[in-house]
C-alpha cells in the first residue's frame, strides 16, 4: 500500500510563493514519476508538473518560467516551488505518483488573493 502525504498549501496575495512537498510511503521500490495536478470545482483535474525517473521534467504552460518541480532530499519526495502566484492558481493541489499503479494525496488547497 503506497500513500501519499501533502503539505504546504494556503493562502498567499498574488505575486507570492508557496512550497508543496509530497512524500510517499509503504512498498516502493521505483517510481516511473511524481507530479502535481490541480483541480477546481467543475473543472477537470489537470497536470501542472511531472518529473519522471530519470528528472526529466514538463510543465503546463500556465506555470512555465514560475513553478519548479524537484525531487527533495529523498527519492520519495517530490517539491512543487511556486513564484508569482495569480489568482488563477487558485486550486486544490494533488500529488501523484506512478508506480506500478497510479497513486493519490488527498490534495491541498492553494488560494491566491488578488
Known amino acids: 500500500q503506497v500513500q501519499l502525504v501533502e503539505s504546504g498549501g494556503g493562502l498567499v496575495q498574488a505575486g507570492g510563493s508557496l512550497r508543496l512537498s509530497c512524500i510517499a510511503s509503504g512498498t516502493i521500490f521505483s517510481f516511473n514519476s511524481m507530479g502535481w495536478y490541480r483541480q477546481v470545482p467543475g473543472m477537470q483535474r489537470e497536470l501542472v508538473a511531472r518529473i519522471d525517473s530519470r528528472s526529466r521534467t514538463n510543465y503546463a504552460d500556465s506555470v512555465k518560467g514560475r513553478f519548479t518541480i524537484s525531487r527533495g532530499n529523498a527519492k520519495n519526495m517530490v517539491i512543487l516551488q511556486m513564484n508569482s502566484l495569480k489568482p488563477e492558481d487558485t486550486a486544490v493541489y494533488y500529488c501523484?505518483?506512478?508506480?506500478?499503479?497510479?497513486?493519490w494525496g488527498q490534495g491541498t488547497q492553494v488560494t491566491v488573493s488578488s
Open positions: 501523484k505518483a506512478e508506480i506500478n499503479a497510479d497513486y
